[in-house]
């Protein structure tokens, strides 16, 4: 009801204002500023208060829509200023002096759009309180000091507008530490600032620019701490790259070696074929060389026996021919006993000689033929040998075939390795993504929380023994610190935390203990 009220009583007066406003400035319009008619000074009047009406409006609906346009509201202060400027001219007096009442006059004409405009502030600043309430509000300076020190209030104002500080009394309390400081600074160095040294004089100088004289003082050290920050943050970057160039180096080496040993074992294997199939055909092509002599020696001894054999037959049967012509000698010549005595014993010699000569010719056979039973028994020698150097070339293969197969077998066994190895880094990966997301959840709760540094660290000590595998089910408090101790060691704490004393890790998984022992799980 009183939210009705106020906008009646407001659109009451806007109706109040635009009706006195349009009456005079259409006439002054007129007569004035020479517009060709009245019709025209009253379309003048209608498009200023028209304009002004429109702006307002969009002004307090942007307003109501937590969107402001804030440049909105210097052209409804101008052309306020115009209307309000135009009211009072309309109410001038004409071809005489101005006196007292003239002026009321002229203030009073222009005092209803100003209190228009007033209402209309109003109006935006409390919808702006109402849809924005949790912007903060920024005190107002009290007239009384703009009067007593207008100077030093004009310091304060800008300050507190330019750096958004929107207490009075805290910049009020700044100025006040402000000149204490200084005054101290002075006792210090009986009155001559000239002597302190450039930290000492930084609040003075830095108080301009919204510093407070303990945040002007902790400047140096925090800079300082920042420079270290910076250089021990490039440090870590130039040892992270170093430690990934390394890393890259050692992966490349050991990629060349692998590769290196693979080329090695296919060249050993390829030169163990070689020299097997190389051994292989030398011991073939050395049996068949030997088997080749022997049967040329096997055959020359043949043909030579055969011919001799041929020889002896052809003495033989001459021998007999000579013997029978011997013998019708003698029966042709029986009549001459001395010519066929002669004869017969020239008969009887050559039976003798052709019989020595036959026991020569059967002797000569017989070792012929030993001879050739002796090549055909280092023939068959000679194809045991080969037969044995075939009987071990399959062997050598088979020995072969079974390496290729025993490889062949290891290669699979490292595959399937590297698969159960990759296997594993999966499910490392799903569960390292898993501990992440429960960390980005639990920061998140902690960040909802508002928790305090301390106790995130705790929280976090316990995440990291849930994440370790630690299971505290059915534990008491000591089991819960045993169990936790042995997943996490103060050294982990201290390196997670970048803590240097081994009390305050300490601490850390003792207040873990005491949290998970109250059932916390993130």
């Not at 209190?115 to 502030?121: G, K, N, P, S, T």
């Not at 001559?192 to 945040?215: C, F, H, I, K, N």
């Not at 054999?309 to 029986?334: H, I, P, S």
């Not at 490392?428 to 106790?455: F, G, N, Q, Y």
Request: proline share 2%; net charge negative.
């Amino acid at each position: 009801m009183a939210t009705g009220a106020i906008v009646a009583a407001a659109i009451v007066l806007a109706g109040i204002g635009l009706y006195l406003s349009f009456e005079h400035v259409a006439v002054f319009a007129h007569k004035e500023l020479r517009f060709g008619s009245l019709g025209k000074g009253q379309l003048f009047a209608v498009g200023v208060d028209v304009g002004i009406m429109i702006m307002i409006a969009v002004d307090l609906l942007m307003a109501w829509l937590k969107r402001p346009i804030s440049w909105i509201r210097y052209p409804v202060w101008l052309l306020t200023a115009a209307t309000v400027v135009l009211n009072a001219a309309s109410g001038a007096p004409r071809n005489r002096g101005w006196g007292l009442v003239d002026y009321v006059a002229a203030g009073a004409h222009g005092l209803v759009p100003v209190l228009f405009i007033a209402v209309v502030e109003l109006g935006r600043d409390a919808i702006d309180r109402m849809v924005r309430p949790e912007r903060a509000e920024r005190d107002s300076i009290p007239w009384i000091r703009w009067t007593l020190a207008p100077a030093a209030t004009a310091r304060i104002f800008r300050r507190m507008r330019l750096w958004g500080v929107n207490s009075y009394p805290e910049m009020v309390r700044r100025d006040q530490e402000l000149i204490a400081y200084e005054q101290w600074l002075k006792r210090k160095y009986d009155g001559d600032l000239s002597q302190a040294d450039e930290d000492e004089l930084l609040p003075m100088r830095m108080a301009p620019y919204g510093y407070t004289v303990a945040q002007a003082l902790a400047m140096p050290d925090e800079q300082e701490q920042a420079a270290q920050e910076r250089e021990e943050e490039a440090e870590r970057r130039r040892l992270d790259a170093e430690t990934r160039s390394e890393v890259a180096k050692a992966e490349s080496e050991a990629e060349r070696l692998r590769a290196k040993g693979k080329v090695e074992s296919v060249r050993a294997e390829v030169d163990g074929q070689t020299g097997q199939a190389r051994a292989h055909a030398r011991a073939q092509v050395s049996a068949a060389e030997r088997a080749a002599e022997l049967e040329e020696a096997a055959l020359e001894t043949a043909v030579i026996a055969e011919a001799r054999a041929r020889q002896a037959e052809a003495e033989r049967t001459a021998a007999d021919e000579r013997e029978a012509k011997a013998a019708a000698d003698l029966r042709a010549a029986e009549l001459e006993r001395q010519a066929a005595q002669k004869r017969k014993e020239a008969a009887e010699a050559d039976r003798v000689a052709a019989a020595e000569a036959q026991a020569v010719e059967t002797a000569e056979i017989a070792e012929a033929r030993q001879r050739a039973a002796e090549a055909d028994r280092v023939a068959a020698e000679t194809e045991r040998a080969a037969a044995e150097t075939r009987r071990r070339a399959a062997e050598a293969d088979r020995l072969t075939a079974e390496e290729n197969e025993r490889k062949a077998t290891a290669e699979a066994n490292t595959q399937a390795a590297r698969k159960r190895e990759a296997d594993t880094e999966h499910a490392a990966a799903e569960t390292r993504l898993a501990a992440a997301e429960i960390e980005r959840r639990a920061v998140e709760s902690e960040d909802i929380a508002k928790l305090m540094p301390r106790e995130r660290a705790v929280r976090k000590v316990a995440r990291m023994a849930l994440a370790a595998g630690a299971v505290f089910v059915g534990l008491d408090a000591d089991g819960i610190h045993r169990e936790l101790c042995r997943v996490v060691t103060i050294a982990d704490v201290q390196r997670e935390f970048d803590v240097s004393s081994t009390d305050t890790a300490s601490k850390y998984r003792q207040e873990a203990v005491a949290l998970l022992a109250g059932g916390y799980r993130p």
